[in-house]
Antibody, heavy 122, light 106 residues
Framework: QVQLQESGPGLVKSSQTLSLTCSVSGDSISGSNYYWSWIRQHPVKGLEWIGY???????FYNPSLKSRLLIAVDTSRNQFSLRLNFVTAADTAVYYCARTAFGDFLREFDYWGQGILVTVSS | DIQLTQSPSSLSASVGDRVIITCRAG??????LNWYQQKPGRAPKLLISFASTLQSGVPSRFSGSGSATHFTLTINGLQPDDFATYFC?????????FGQGTKVDI
């Protein structure tokens, strides 16, 4: 059974950096052909795909966040991470990590972490 | 970005009802349209992928149909466990996007 678990601080000060880690069990990041995504859910704006990383190091970033964003993979720990710089109140959301299938027909987020609420304070 | 519009935004239903949720895409997304179910305080759960492929373990009362810009999620015989919020999500373009959600309650 594939499981993902987000970890990191639940409170970040405005203008600072939000850092989260996703630990994966039941699948090997380096051994699979899946991609590994971060998604966030705003109370009002809804669900937003932040971006993904592949174990080869390839990434895709949402253009709206690209200038502030870094997603990286640590295959030795079977983890991937998110760093979002210069956060504001608009970055307050529940952050999810998810395994991402990227095939000819199946392109989906098939396993999700439980989510972590990150609040940006002034 | 491709905008996905779900209707209705919310609905009230009873156990045993047939529920239909619509997702309209601003542009053609072929059949790259997925449906998720989310319960309060939980992560979304994948129900249907590629418009109509039911995920393993998902009850057969759930079904999906559609292509291009018009898609539907149907629940035949609503069960107490089905009261939740449902999201559509397109994976046709480089930037995947979600609908705003449809809340199904009693």
């Amino acid at each position: 059974q594939v499981q993902l678990q987000e970890s990191g601080p639940g409170l970040v000060k405005s203008s600072q950096t939000l850092s989260l880690t996703c630990s994966v069990s039941g699948d090997s990041i380096s051994g699979s052909n899946y991609y590994w995504s971060w998604i966030r859910q705003h109370p009002v704006k809804g669900l937003e795909w932040i971006g993904y990383v592949h174990h080869t190091g390839g990434t895709f970033y949402n253009p709206s966040l690209k200038s502030r964003l870094l997603i990286a993979v640590d295959t030795s720990r079977n983890q991937f991470s998110l760093r979002l710089n210069f956060v504001t109140a608009a970055d307050t959301a529940v952050y999810y990590c998810a395994r991402t299938a990227f095939g000819d027909f199946l392109r989906e987020f098939d396993y999700w972490g439980q989510g972590i609420l990150v609040t940006v304070s002034s | 970005d491709i905008q996905l519009t779900q209707s209705p935004s919310s609905l009230s239903a009873s156990v045993g009802d047939r529920v239909i949720i619509t997702c309209r895409a601003g542009e053609n997304v072929n059949r790259y349209l997925n449906w998720y179910q989310q319960k309060p305080g939980r992560a979304p759960k994948l129900l249907i992928s590629f418009a109509s492929t039911l995920q393993s373990g998902v009850p057969s009362r759930f079904s999906g149909s559609g292509s291009a810009t018009h898609f539907t999620l149907t629940i035949n015989g609503l069960q107490p466990d089905d009261f939740a919020t449902y999201f559509c999500q397109q994976s046709y373009t480089t930037l995947w996007t979600f609908g705003q959600g449809t809340k199904v309650d009693i």
